[in-house]
């Protein structure tokens, strides 16, 4: 039988387990509701349970699986521990230790989710072949992973690729969720675009086709401003300029071959990315050659891929 | 005979060259000319001559040498060749297999010059024991060196650790040397640091001990900082705040395990430190552990070393 990985995407109310054959193509998804009572100690029981069942069901033998990958919503060590999960009620978690136990020994990887997010662009995504990526990922928040020679780059302190809250404006007043001001998670997320849209409407008197509404999604904001609402195309091009900011930081620093963008934002696609390549542009002076910028390609199975490809090596 | 390693730190004046025993101690050490007429052509055959010259003289053989390592000031790919050196004159170098034939087969490795000055000090300086690090060189201009798990990131342009030109002010309206506005460099170099104090000097009339003086250097101002002048000292700060929200930006990038400070304005020691790690502490509201940030130790050998050290494998 050829032999088989097994990747886990934990999300802070599904996890999503794929089984994947070692070249990459999913020959099995589902998705398991996650369980955060009780400081959500009953998570890796549900995960090893909900795999060692399929195992069973499909004749599938330890001898058969390479092992298995998980996303962690929070920072993991190199040792596969996790210090705290807010998301999932953790605090002080051995991830790989503790889940290759309930699965009778099955080799276990763990890493962040944003990170393994970013493995699996690499390995089956939009960013195929490439060994040293940045990918943003644009939903609620604004997530992150670095790519650095085919490893993803967690830090000394899980702070690595936590782009959200890089700082793109001293001069912001209001206050992040994490406590600063002027963070690209302020500016750069379908929270942010939103909030930003709300000020910009504040400011000035101009029509808008977003004015007198009570309430807006961060999906009408880009409709309004690709068919050309003044308005609401200012407040889009002002957020993604900080994106475009935190990018040139990133190139002075790693400079990856390609920036990726995902995240529900994203689905405004080449409309929005185009806002960041001029941007960007204008803010790269020095490089001669320009780092191009494309689209996630995986979606929410980017995790699974990623954590699939974690126990493959990297 | 134990085996040794060479050390080759290449500058636009002169071209340092040290040999030194697998645990990285110097044995000798010496500098010679960078003659940089006819596009720089002399430089690797000078280099090689100066080696085989010392070993011949010490009874030395190609099996004694593990190999040599140098240090190019200007991007270098991972197989070693060098698009472009301006300060060498340099177009299109092989530099690893053009040294390597000169040295009759011993084995070659080139890194760009800051990544090298970084490896030197995780190996024998102020990063000591470390494999995740930044080192910042504040000199004439600014440079950096960006180290991932023991190896530093060239990036795929060689933009990598190209700190000195990361965006920290765009409201800036002198111009780089790089052509871009608010540029690190414009701030935290000597240069720099001298052209701000002249901003401060012209911008109020308050006293200030270089008021009315013609000419001064970096020293000047940070010695009058140090010694409590209150225009000196809002300059300094002003600078190094530049600097510590460009580690604000490395910390949510690469997360390093400590930032280290160099070049010629790090002098200013522990007084410049403090200054910087009220900022970055200002900074980084999300880390909960903070990253120390400490000097580096080498000085103009950190590069000799690390040269070395590229040779013993990362």
Same mark, same amino acid.
């Given at each position: 039988m050829e032999r088989k990985c097994v990747g886990v995407d934990v999300g802070g109310t599904t996890v999503k387990i794929g089984v994947l054959s070692?070249?990459?193509?999913?020959?099995s998804k589902w998705e398991i509701p996650t369980r955060?009572?009780?400081?959500?100690?009953?998570i890796l029981p549900d995960v090893a349970e909900s795999i060692l069942s399929y195992f069973r069901g499909h004749g599938?033998?330890?001898?058969?699986? *390479?092992g298995v990958g998980i996303g962690i919503p929070g920072p993991v060590t190199g040792d596969g521990y996790t210090e705290v999960s807010v998301n999932l009620g953790w605090?002080?978690?051995?991830v790989e230790r503790e889940l290759a136990a309930l699965l009778g020994g099955i080799s276990v990887r763990a890493a962040n989710d944003a990170n393994v997010a970013a493995v699996g662009e690499m390995w089956q995504g939009g960013a195929k072949g490439y060994r040293n990526i940045m990918l943003y990922t644009l939903g609620t928040g604004v997530g992150g992973g670095v790519v650095v020679g085919g490893k993803p780059v967690s830090g000394a302190l899980g702070m690595g690729g936590e782009i959200g809250h890089i700082l793109v404006n001293t001069e912001e007043k209001e206050r992040c969720n994490c406590g600063?001001?002027?963070?690209l998670e302020q500016y750069a997320s379908a929270t942010g675009i939103v909030k930003e849209m709300r000020r910009t409407l504040g400011g000035n008197t101009a029509p808008c *086709?977003?004015?007198?509404?009570?309430a807006f999604s961060c999906k009408e904001v880009l409709d309004a401003a690709k068919a050309g609402d003044r308005l609401a195309l200012d407040t889009v091009r002002r957020c993604m300029r900080y994106l475009a900011l935190s990018m040139q930081y990133v190139t002075h620093i790693t400079n990856p071959e390609i920036f990726l963008i995902g995240g529900g934002v994203s689905k405004a696609g080449e409309f929005l990315l185009d806002i960041i390549r001029e941007y960007y542009l204008g803010f790269t002076v020095m490089a001669v050659e320009k780092t191009p910028v494309g689209l996630a390609a995986l979606g929410n199975d980017a995790g699974m891929y990623g954590a699939a490809r974690l126990v493959l090596g990297l």
């Amino acid at each position: 039988m050829e032999r088989k990985c097994v990747g886990v995407d934990v999300g802070g109310t599904t996890v999503k387990i794929g089984v994947l054959s070692e070249q990459g193509k999913i020959l099995s998804k589902w998705e398991i509701p996650t369980r955060t009572q009780e400081q959500g100690r009953h998570i890796l029981p549900d995960v090893a349970e909900s795999i060692l069942s399929y195992f069973r069901g499909h004749g599938i033998v330890a001898e058969d699986v *390479v092992g298995v990958g998980i996303g962690i919503p929070g920072p993991v060590t190199g040792d596969g521990y996790t210090e705290v999960s807010v998301n999932l009620g953790w605090k002080g978690v051995y991830v790989e230790r503790e889940l290759a136990a309930l699965l009778g020994g099955i080799s276990v990887r763990a890493a962040n989710d944003a990170n393994v997010a970013a493995v699996g662009e690499m390995w089956q995504g939009g960013a195929k072949g490439y060994r040293n990526i940045m990918l943003y990922t644009l939903g609620t928040g604004v997530g992150g992973g670095v790519v650095v020679g085919g490893k993803p780059v967690s830090g000394a302190l899980g702070m690595g690729g936590e782009i959200g809250h890089i700082l793109v404006n001293t001069e912001e007043k209001e206050r992040c969720n994490c406590g600063n001001h002027g963070c690209l998670e302020q500016y750069a997320s379908a929270t942010g675009i939103v909030k930003e849209m709300r000020r910009t409407l504040g400011g000035n008197t101009a029509p808008c *086709v977003l004015r007198g509404k009570e309430a807006f999604s961060c999906k009408e904001v880009l409709d309004a401003a690709k068919a050309g609402d003044r308005l609401a195309l200012d407040t889009v091009r002002r957020c993604m300029r900080y994106l475009a900011l935190s990018m040139q930081y990133v190139t002075h620093i790693t400079n990856p071959e390609i920036f990726l963008i995902g995240g529900g934002v994203s689905k405004a696609g080449e409309f929005l990315l185009d806002i960041i390549r001029e941007y960007y542009l204008g803010f790269t002076v020095m490089a001669v050659e320009k780092t191009p910028v494309g689209l996630a390609a995986l979606g929410n199975d980017a995790g699974m891929y990623g954590a699939a490809r974690l126990v493959l090596g990297l």
